[in-house]
């Protein structure tokens, strides 16, 4: 009778401790599954969400963009070389520093003709897993640059030699004649300023293999023929 109540016993408390394993793997389960879908179905509700928006409010379809051309502008600027005029400001001083004519636009410091970085790779763990990391390349002058907040400005001469000028301080500058007006304290420009002009025109190629001709838009720019650069007054 001992035995049997024993057994009895055994038996509930295993039952029991089943059912607690059990219910903790299928609340787990159910925590797994319950936050898996719940995120597909979030992510389905947003897509929905999300074409319904795109459908009923597309996006703009441009013609032509303004700020493209703007930036092509200021590109043509940069790589034409216009005259322009530089001005030089340090903090506290309303009035500049210096100024001076000036060949093209101002430079930072931190400008460069080559890459900065070459690929390098390395051998990791000796074991041949190479791996491709960026290292610093030397420039053309023979030293690594470094960063900085200085600006190099190609001033221009009496006799329109150009000269370099180095400043750490602010720059401004402007494409055109200009000079600095003390009882305004602002910027005065002189004549026509100097902007290039750049029209679309096309390049033709010609295959050979099927007879056929191709072509290519492409944008040209070009300086119009300005004044000298004067000294401002």
């Excluded at 016993?9 to 936050?35: I, M, P, Q, Y």
Aim: charged content about 15%.
């Amino acid at each position: 009778m001992i035995r049997k109540l024993f057994r009895t016993r055994k038996r509930k408390a295993l039952g029991g401790l089943l059912g607690f394993v059990v219910l903790l793997v299928t609340l787990a389960a159910c925590g797994s599954v319950g936050n898996s879908t719940g995120n597909t179905i979030e992510s389905q509700q947003q897509n929905t969400d999300t074409t319904q928006i795109v459908t009923a409010i597309p996006l703009p379809d441009f013609g032509t963009s303004q700020i493209r051309q703007d930036l092509i502008q200021v590109e043509a600027d940069q790589a034409l070389g216009v005259k322009a005029t530089a001005f030089a400001f340090q903090q506290g001083d309303p009035n500049p520093i210096w100024t001076c004519p000036a060949e093209g636009l101002p430079l930072p410091v931190t400008d460069q003709l080559s890459n900065p970085t070459q690929p390098s790779n390395v051998n990791a763990n000796g074991n041949g897993d190479w791996n491709t990391i960026p290292v610093g390349q030397m420039d053309p002058n023979g030293i690594y640059q470094g960063d900085g907040s200085g600006t190099n400005v190609l001033c221009l001469n009496a006799q329109g030699i150009p000269y370099v000028h180095y400043w750490e301080g602010y720059v401004d500058a402007v494409t055109a004649t200009a000079y600095w007006d003390k009882t305004t304290a602002q910027i005065v420009t002189v004549g026509s300023p100097v902007t290039p002009t750049c029209v679309i025109k096309q390049s033709s190629s010609f295959n050979s293999d099927n007879n056929t001709t191709t072509k290519t838009p492409y944008e040209s720019c070009t300086i119009p023929k300005a004044d000298a650069v004067t000294a401002q007054p």
